[in-house]
């Protein structure tokens, strides 16, 4: 992270640029959701194609699904949401504001402790509430599942859960992937799609929200080879992470301390990133051992075990888990991509996003509105617009458009001038070096395509240099 990069600061450029609005802001809005705007959009989308081409389109070894939302409700009973799916919470005997134990307890062990000869109440308790002040309420069980009901009539019957994450949709379509996919272990298959918990304290901006998007990968394993499994997709995912333009210094790995591992979880380390608020999880990758398969197996009553041809043996497989939320990796690639600089004693605000993640590859700027200008700036836009996300400005100062672009991270922005009419040529001019070169406006678009990495807008050394 850049050393002056604030979560306002992000906030506000997204607000500004069309990234994220706050949801039904014309209502007041609505606490902890948000609106992807026009840029935010093709971010996310960006976000979602880099980890997607990543995990199944460039491996052989792992297929996608898309499953439902809502499930049968012994899902949620069989995978141990209903019963451990929860956080401790504390209520204010005042105000009536509920708070996570865990805060308070952070919150009381900084502030200075009353000495007492013989304490009565456990340290933790002494904490006040945030709010009012007030006493606060012991501890009690509160699950983040949001619950709804199927159907006319609101009955305990009828109850359905909205996913908490898109993992078990992956689980129970275990057996109909590997009838389907003929394929062997190990095997991955990974979702993408819209997760829901009713966190108690959502906030940090997109950081932690009620309803966030997952991107999960369960990746399937002989019982014994979980452990090198484990270790090779950390190396991955961190790598992940590196190659889209995230500065090393920025990440680290924590492995989970036993008691802070989820209860399906073995193993589990967490990829972090310095997000302005301090070092937090940007990612988990879980080692889940054959909990979920064992479970779902029970609770189904369906034989969810394997049969290895290889070594002709029947088990449950393992599963090691990455999962990461597209919402905090936007985030993350933001506040990283956030620059600010000074150019000819001007401050010009920057999105150093790797292309592949920018949101528009290209701008098309005619030099002015004038009407000699537009009809061949409007057939170099529409010349590019086939083959790469491209906007089209024309509405003030060139300088004033140039900002616009550098904020919204444009790679390229292409000047049609005076001068084009005459001899056919238009400039391209970087965003991060500022240089401009004249080239042929035929040539505009494999010009673009080579510098820009190839198709889909891989990584390209040259870019990823640049990054540091
Ligand atoms: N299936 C395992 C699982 O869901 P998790 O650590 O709870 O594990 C994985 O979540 C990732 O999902 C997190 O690292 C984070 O990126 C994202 N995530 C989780 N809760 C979130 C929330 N409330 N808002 C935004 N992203 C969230």
Partial sequence: MSSNVTMEKI???????????????????????WDYGPMGVELKRNVRHAW?????????????????????????????????????LVECKSCHLRWRAEEIENQAMKQPQKEEAHPTTPPIWRGTCPKCGGDLTEPRLFNLMFKSFMGPV???ASTVYLRPETAQGIFVNFENVVNTSRKKLPLGIAQIGKSFRNEITPGNFIFRTREFEHMELEYFVKPGTDGQWLDYWVKERFDWYVK?????????????????????????????????????????????????????????????SYYDGQSRERYIPYVIEPSAGVDRSVLAFLIDAYREEMVEEEKRVVLQLQPAL???????????????????????????????????????????RYRRQDEIGTPFCVTVDFQSLEDHQATIR????????????????????????GEPFDVSPLWATRQK
């Fill in 244 to 304: 889209l333009g995230i500065r090393k210094e920025n990440l680290r790995l924590r492995q989970h301390g036993k008691g802070e591992l989820a209860h399906y979880a073995k193993d589990c380390y967490d990829v972090e990133y310095l997000f302005p608020m301090g070092w937090s999880e940007l990612e988990g990758i879980a080692n889940r051992s054959d909990y979920d398969l064992t479970q779902h197996a029970k609770y189904s009553g369906r034989d969810l």
């Fill in 358 to 400: 920018a949101p528009m590859k290209v701008a098309v700027l005619p030099l002015s509105r004038n009407e000699k200008l537009t009809p061949l700036a409007k057939k170099v836009y529409q010349q590019l617009c086939p083959s790469f996300m491209a906007d089209y400005d024309d509405s003030q100062g060139i300088g004033r």
């Fill in 11 to 33: 906030v506000s450029l997204c607000k500004r640029r069309g990234f994220i609005f706050p949801s039904s802001e014309i209502y007041g809005g609505l606490s902890s959701c």
């Fill in 154 to 156: 609101e009955e305990e």
């Fill in 52 to 88: 997607w081409k990543a995990i199944v389109q460039d491996r052989d070894d792992v297929v996608g699904v898309d499953t439902s939302i809502m499930m049968h409700p012994n899902v949620w009973k069989a995978s141990g949401h209903v019963d451990s799916f929860t956080d401790p």
């Fill in 430 to 453: 970087e965003r991060d070096s500022l240089a401009q070169i004249r080239v042929p406006i035929e040539t505009l678009e494999e010009t673009l395509r080579a510098k820009l990495g």
